[in-house]
């Protein structure tokens, strides 16, 4: 073998270590490349506008509250929140298109009680309301009171349990629709206080109210918000409200627990949900917002001014919220004997 060192050899020697090193260094450097490019899309979002998709028409509760998250996320994420209302099959559509979404941060749902424990027990639906969504926040609550027109005797739960008693199967009460979380709270409380009573479901609240102002039907267990006109003029009389605390807006009105039936609570809800899947860093920075708003006294207020509370929980306390409200309301489904016609 011959070992003498020549120019040439040298010249090759160095030629290739210089080629290894250049790959070397170039893969390196793709690497770097590629994770600086990841982290910096991870850390990008929002990139383009969000949709937060509202099961019912523009208008009501729910869509009110959408559009006062709407505001402050699009504040807060330094990018357009778009509310998109897409009402039908009980809600059971928008829930449905937003669990099939790619889930990126892009489509999100503002979630009601109804379409996450109640619709799915009532109906056939193609959503899983525990495995399709990724809990966000529990945006606000509000509980529910036991109204009765002017003319009732009754002007309290006892005693409005006692006039019942004493005419099983011959008192109605009005709900906004049968399955409806207004018929599934009061036939709670029917088995609960062991009544029998005539169920009148309506089409919707506005009606179930009109006829207990106007006398046809003795009670209903309505949205504290659908009330609050008729008792500030005095054309509905509350007899109980049906969440652990008393209503701020009726701190006057005992609760049903208050009167003799300890631990019987409901109350609604509106809440951000992703499809199942969105990145946990997404989620998060989407209810750490929320979180805020929980803590911003104008966010409060304006929810305040359509009847609700603020909560804006953690995704981990919307989640146990799914799991323990799937259990309660399917119960009260069945029982009930609530169907949709």
């Known amino acids: ?198 169920h009148a479901p309506y089409r919707g609240g506005a009606p179930a109210i009109a006829d207990v102002v106007g006398g046809q039907v003795p009670m209903y267990f309505a949205n504290v918000a659908e009330v609050l006109p008729y008792v500030k003029s005095n054309r509905l009389h509350v007899v109980a409200v049906s969440g652990d605390q008393r209503s701020a807006d009726l701190p006057s009105v005992k609760t049903v627990a208050e009167q003799g039936y300890p631990g019987f609570s409901t109350e609604t809800w509106n809440g951000i949900a992703a499809p199942a899947g969105t990145p946990k860093e997404v989620v998060d920075r989407i209810a750490s917002s929320l979180a805020e708003a929980g803590k911003d006294a104008g966010f409060a207020a304006k929810l305040a001014n359509i009847g609700v509370s603020v909560l804006c929980n953690t995704p981990e306390q919307f989640a146990k919220k799914l799991v323990q409200d799937n259990k309660i309301w399917s119960a009260a489904v069945k029982e009930s004997g609530a169907s949709l016609d």
């Open 1 to 198: 073998m011959n070992w003498r060192i020549t120019p040439a050899r040298i010249a090759r020697l160095h030629g290739g270590l210089r080629g290894r090193m250049a790959a070397g260094l170039g893969a390196l450097f793709s690497v770097v490349a590629m994770s600086a490019m990841a982290g910096g899309a991870q850390a990008a979002w929002p990139e383009r506008p969000i949709t937060l998709v509202v099961p019912f028409a523009a208008g009501g509760n729910t869509d009110s509250i959408a559009r006062i998250t709407a505001e402050w996320l699009t504040t807060q994420l330094k990018q357009t929140v778009v509310v998109d209302n897409r009402p039908g099959a009980n809600g059971a559509i928008a829930a449905d298109y937003v669990a099939r979404a790619k889930p990126d941060g892009y489509t999100l749902f503002m979630a009601t009680l109804p379409q996450m424990a109640i619709v799915p027990y009532l109906q056939k639906v193609r959503y899983d309301p525990i495995k399709d969504f990724a809990p966000v926040s529990i945006v606000a609550t509000n509980e529910f009171a036991l109204a009765v027109g002017p003319g009732f005797p009754g002007k309290t739960l006892p005693e409005l349990v006692d006039y019942i008693k004493a005419r099983p199967g011959q008192v109605a009460y009005a709900s906004a629709g049968s399955g409806s979380v207004s018929h599934l709270t009061m036939a709670m409380f029917v088995k609960r206080a062991g009544l029998s009573m005539i």
